[in-house]
């Protein structure tokens, strides 16, 4: 299931810095595979907000696959534009977003 814990203050803040994200995660045909799911989860670790994108020769529905990839790694998922998706989750040992309240 996926964390909704962001109001839309939260959601909008998360959304502008992704803006200027490059994708660090790239689905392909295989769609949401273990490998997949464990480089997001260390990404996400790292950066806590990462951009994910689908590529033209996933079978998936892009949405499908990014909601998917979000409830495999228990991060909140903050939006889907196209082929590409923003996921969140807080690292609470060492913390590099301040979200607004």
Do not use: H, W, Y
């Amino acid at each position: 299931m996926i964390k909704n814990t962001l109001n839309g203050k939260q959601k909008s803040f998360l959304r502008s810095m992704g803006m200027t994200l490059d994708p660090v995660v790239n689905m392909g045909k295989e769609g949401v595979t273990p490998t997949v799911v464990q480089a997001a989860q260390e990404a996400i670790k790292k950066r806590e907000l990462i951009k994910v994108r689908v590529l033209q020769n996933c079978f998936e529905e892009p949405k499908d696959a990014i909601t998917t990839l979000a409830e495999r790694c228990n991060a909140d998922l903050v939006q889907i534009i196209g082929r590409n998706g923003l996921l969140f989750r807080r690292n609470f040992d060492k913390p590099k977003i301040e979200l607004p309240k």
